[in-house]
């Protein structure tokens, strides 16, 4: 990967995910719009830009009455993006949209915070909800001391949690963005949500 253009596409989840959806074998446009449940237009747009910067492709074209069915396939199975030509982190459009989805909901479902000192010496914050509103976004951040092993624990046991609730979906649910994160924060200064054990 060369352009900074189709490096671009990669930090999109959108286009990132309609691209990979033709990875494995040529498909037309209306069997992917099923699958992810888009319309066909915006599908048909996104092709197009994906044929333009050369990570789609053509393979085949299928006669019928009024316009021929094309067939799509990904220029390669798999596509490596070095990170200093990705514009953004990869992550970047999902956690705007989770920031902004969770700001939405705040607005709507939460009156305010009370932040007290718990029992333990650690600040505590409780969600106060207004009269007769729905459930408040999760929002919840913690500062933990942790070796490197314990780290990889709590990395794998998020990993784990996350992908049995992706296995097992609620066909009657709605849709939830879901994000955890975890990274070294080497300028911290005081108190950690978790006290050192001697």
Not at 105 to 123: C, K, Y
Not at 144 to 152: F, K, P, V
Request: aromatic content about 6%; glycine content about 6%.
């Amino acid at each position: 990967m060369r352009l900074p253009q189709a490096a671009a596409v990669f930090t999109d989840s959108r286009l990132r995910r309609i691209l990979l959806q033709y990875a494995k074998r040529p498909r037309g446009l209306a069997e992917v719009a099923r699958e992810l449940a888009l319309d066909i237009k915006p599908l048909h747009h996104a092709a197009t830009k994906l044929l333009r910067l050369g990570l789609l492709e053509v393979v085949e074209e299928r006669a019928r009455a009024g316009r021929a069915i094309k067939l799509y396939r990904c220029t390669g199975a798999s596509f490596f993006i070095p990170a200093a030509l990705a514009p953004a982190p990869f992550s970047r459009g999902l956690a705007k949209e989770l920031q902004d989805a969770i700001a939405r909901d705040a607005a709507a479902t939460i009156e305010g915070m009370v932040f007290t000192l718990d029992a333990e010496g650690r600040v505590a914050g409780r969600v106060v909800t207004r009269p007769r509103a729905g459930a408040p976004p999760l929002d919840s951040w913690r500062i933990l001391r942790l070796s490197a092993a314990r780290a990889r624990q709590l990395k794998q046991e998020l990993a784990q949690v996350l992908d049995r609730f992706q296995a097992d979906a609620d066909a009657g649910g709605e849709v939830y963005l879901v994000h955890t994160g975890m990274a070294r924060r080497p300028a911290h200064e005081g108190a950690t949500d978790n006290r050192a054990t001697s």
